[in-house]
């Protein structure tokens, strides 16, 4: 199993940066293919990005895409996204999540493991 814990949400405004973090514990994190999916009021979880388990493969939802960048540091057991030209519609809670395996899938009921997700508001 492995326990994830994210971090680095908050208020920004329209246009600025934010960097989540997601720190992992318990088994190799190495072994996890890795997720972020966001949920806003009232809406569907939803796929943000997901990396394979050496990092080389990225994936990313067209709404985000050329805006966001997720990364891996395996030494560090930590899943980051890095998060520019923040747009009001970005505002939601954040999941990282993590399944054992090569495969990337990009929908969330394929993850095993999730965070408690961290608020990230933009305003206008």
């Known amino acids: 199993q492995v326990q994830l814990v994210e971090s680095g949400g908050g208020l920004v405004q329209a246009g600025g940066s934010l960097t989540l973090s997601c720190a992992a514990s318990?088994?190799?994190?190495?072994?996890?293919?890795m997720g972020w999916f966001r949920q806003a009021p009232g809406k569907e979880r939803e796929f943000v990005s997901v990396?394979?388990?050496?990092?080389?493969?990225?994936y990313y939802a067209d709404s985000v895409k050329g805006r966001f960048t997720i990364s891996r540091d395996n030494a560090k057991n930590t899943v980051y996204l890095q998060m520019n030209s923040l747009k009001s519609e970005d505002t939601a809670v954040y999941y990282c999540?993590?399944?054992?395996?090569?495969?990337?899938?990009?929908?969330?009921?394929?993850?095993?493991?999730w965070g408690q997700g961290t608020q990230v508001t933009v305003s206008s």
């Open positions: 999540a993590a399944k054992e395996g090569l495969v990337v899938p990009a929908t969330p009921d394929r993850y095993n493991y």
């Open positions: 318990g088994r190799s994190f190495s072994i996890y293919a």
């Open positions: 990396i394979s388990r050496s990092g080389g493969s990225t």
